[in-house]
């Protein structure tokens, strides 16, 4: 596990999200109501990139086939979807959003 660097925190408003890959892993990152949050950034069901979805209160609607996941526990909550999606540790310093993704 290792802490990286995906954006500044001024690049992301209230009610966002944006798609940022680190490691060549594909990263969704949130912010809601003040607090960060991260997300896999592809759908569980088919390919889709979950950062080109809606947020709709706390949970993220897949651009492809409209399934939800919870944004902070990365539940699936809505078909087509039904396998949950990893989350990952998040944290604001000195300006700068970092999450803490597994090297493997
Ligand atoms: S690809 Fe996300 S719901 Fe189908």
Not at 14 to 34: F, N, P, S, T, W
Not at 41 to 51: D, M, P, Q, V, W
Not at 74 to 82: D, E, F, N, R
Request: with cysteine; hydrophobic share 35%.
């Amino acid at each position: 596990m290792a802490w990286h660097s995906v954006a500044k925190s001024a690049d992301l408003d209230d009610d966002e999200v944006i798609g940022v890959e680190v490691d060549g892993k594909e990263i969704a990152v949130y912010k809601l109501g003040g607090v960060y949050y991260a997300t896999h950034n592809i759908c569980t069901h088919e390919y889709a990139c979950l950062s080109d979805g809606y947020i709709e209160g706390d949970r993220i609607e897949c651009p492809l086939h409209q399934g939800y996941f919870h944004i902070p526990t990365g539940k699936a909550q809505g078909a087509p979807v039904t396998e949950d999606i990893p989350t990952y540790p998040v944290k604001e310093e000195d300006g700068e959003i970092l999450v803490d993704v597994p090297d493997k």
